[in-house]
């Protein structure tokens, strides 16, 4: 990393792309991992706070206020996804150390 003045440049590494299987698995993971979360949503009738979020978003309520419903969307999301099972998956794909010369 450089530093000039106030601001901090990063230098691009060259990082290999992930294997395909191992691209194909990720995409499945967050497959899965979108549809746990519209499984909560629809679960926990949580379409009507989002409207509601969206609106606060929209008349450009305080931080503070969207904040505090989004922290209510996720706890209630969180409170009955399948974390465990989401979990497994991830820890199966196998990440290597993509930034090491042996892949």
Do not use: W, Y
Not at 11 to 24: G, I, Q, T
Not at 25 to 52: D, F, Q
Not at 56 to 68: D, L, M, P, Q, R
Request: proline letters at 5%; hydrophobic letters at 40%; glycine letters at 4%.
């Amino acid at each position: 990393m450089d530093q000039l003045g106030d601001h901090i440049c990063v230098k691009n590494r060259n990082v290999s792309p992930p294997p395909p299987d191992l691209a194909e698995n990720i995409a499945k993971v967050n497959e899965e991992i979108g549809k746990e979360i519209e499984r909560a949503i629809n679960v926990t009738g949580l379409h009507e706070k989002i409207v509601e979020l969206r609106a606060e978003i929209a008349k450009g309520s305080s931080v503070e206020t969207v904040e505090k419903l989004k922290a209510e969307i996720q706890e209630q999301i969180f409170a009955v996804m399948d974390v465990t099972t989401l979990k497994e998956e991830f820890e199966n794909l196998n990440v290597v150390d993509l930034e090491s010369p042996e892949g």
